[in-house]
Each structure stands twice: as C-alpha cells, then as structure tokens.
C-alpha cells in the first residue's frame, strides 16, 4: 500500500536518512523508534512534502509521491504532530472540519454532512462534549484526541504521527493507542508512528524500523524487534527485554 524505496536525504549536505526502504500494507501501525537527532520528524516531513528528498522514491500503491501536489498528497497522507499550534482559538468542532479542505475547497462553509461526519468521528474517539470549547482551553491529552479526529476527518489513507503521546500523562498515552488503533482496524489505514517509548508498541504496533546515524537497523515484526541485541545497537547501551504476562517490557 505504502512504500518507501532507497530514501536519502540531506539537509545542508549532510545525510540525515540514508538508503532508507520500508513497506507498509493496510492494517500496519509502524512504530520508528531513533535516538534523538536521527532524523525521525526529517522522516515525516519528506512524506508529507515539506522537504525533498536526495534521491529514492515514495510510492503510495502505484503513485509516486513526488508526483503529487500538496492537495493530491492531502488526499493519500495525514499527519498527527507531536503538539500544533493555531492563530484562533478555534472551537474543536471548526478545527476538525479545517481537516476537510482537501474535499470543499479553502473558501467553501462545510455542507451539512460533512459536519455530522465530522461530529460522528468527535462521538467515535470519545470527545463530542468538546465540539464547542476552544482548543486554546483543552488538556494536553485532549489535544492530541482533537488532532487525531482532524486527522481522520481527512480520509487520507496513510496517517503520519510525530511522537504524538510525548506530553501525556500515562492514562492517555494508552488511551490514545487504543483509540488509534481501533480506528485503523476500522477504516483500513495504515500508520507510522515516531515514538521514544518501545514499552508501548509492544503491546500496539504490528511492526517497527529502528535506525540509528540515519542507518536503517532493523524492520519488520515487532515482537522480533524486542530483542536485546536489537534494542542494545539503536540505543548505544545494553537494553534487557523482560516476559511479563506474555508481553515485552524493555529496561537497562
């Protein structure tokens, strides 16, 4: 469905990412997990359109990425950022509806279909009691709901998430996985997802990429990317994975 084949790129003549591949297919959280300064969000942005490429391609099923402008790729990519930041305090219900521009056009009021898709999905992800607030007043794990549905209101296929659980407290990290996840399975996407934590894409993701200098380490099923040898190399220090209740948990 989605595929990235010997992705480089540099900034400043420098390579951040390099000879990068990966293959996602419907149904697959990805989670990327690099040290800081490895160029996951340099990633993100180079899906997205924001920066270019060195050389490589990035195919969603048969289309090149390059191939498409900003609109098009609108159509195809979602993103999720870590925090966003607005000019307004708009109410949540006109910021998710902001996700539908690629469908009405920039100067175009949402008919009223669109706006009840855009409530179904606020009901779905357990926030239509904040259609109304400012998402200058929410909560941090209230943010990243609120950027989640604007996302999914999009109808891209792919979903791009740059360390979205990174402010939130240890109750809504796992309610933002279980939320994200069920939403995949339903609508049929496929995710990537920049995470620090490997703890939590034991229990979420289907597969991982580590890489490390821009270097690609390993990809594949996560539960064979929970291997101490494995997690050791990416973090430059010996990791030890532990079985609890038939689950992973990673530590020094």
């Known amino acids: 469905m989605f595929s990235i084949k010997n992705l480089t790129i540099k900034i400043d003549n420098k390579e951040i990412i390099k000879d990068l591949s990966l293959e996602l297919k419907i149904g697959d959280l990805c989670a990327v997990l690099a040290p800081n300064g490895s160029g996951k969000t340099t990633l993100m942005k180079t899906i997205v ?10 195919y969603f099923e048969d289309r090149a990425l390059k191939s498409l402008n900003a ?5 195809i990519i979602a993103f999720v950022p870590q925090d966003f930041s607005c000019a307004f305090d708009y109410c949540v219900l006109d910021f998710v509806l902001l996700g539908g521009i690629n ?9 009223k279909e669109l706006v009840q898709k855009a ?8 926030i239509l009691s904040l259609q109304e607030r400012g998402i200058f007043h929410l909560s941090g794990g209230q943010r990243q709901m609120v950027a989640l549905a604007r996302a999914l209101f999009q109808e891209s296929h792919i979903l791009l998430l740059d360390e979205p659980t990174a402010w939130l407290d240890l109750k809504n990290q796992f309610l933002f996985f279980k939320v994200l996840c069920t939403q995949i399975k339903k609508r049929g ?35 064979e990317a929970m291997d101490s040898e494995k997690l050791s190399e990416l973090y430059g220090m010996p990791v030890q994975v532990y079985e ?7 530590a020094p």
């Open 189 to 223: 996407l496929c995710a990537l997802i920049n995470i620090h934590d490997p703890n939590l894409i034991t229990q979420y993701a289907t597969r991982a990429i580590f890489f490390r200098d821009g270097q690609k380490l390993y990809e594949g099923d996560v539960s």
């Open 103 to 111: 469908k009405t056009g920039l100067w175009k009021v949402p008919h």
């Open 49 to 58: 359109g924001e920066l270019t490429a060195s050389s490589g391609e990035m």
């Open 119 to 126: 409530k179904a999905i606020l009901e779905e992800l357990g």
């Open 71 to 75: 609109w098009e790729r609108s159509k």
């Open 244 to 250: 609890v209740g038939g689950r992973s948990f990673i």
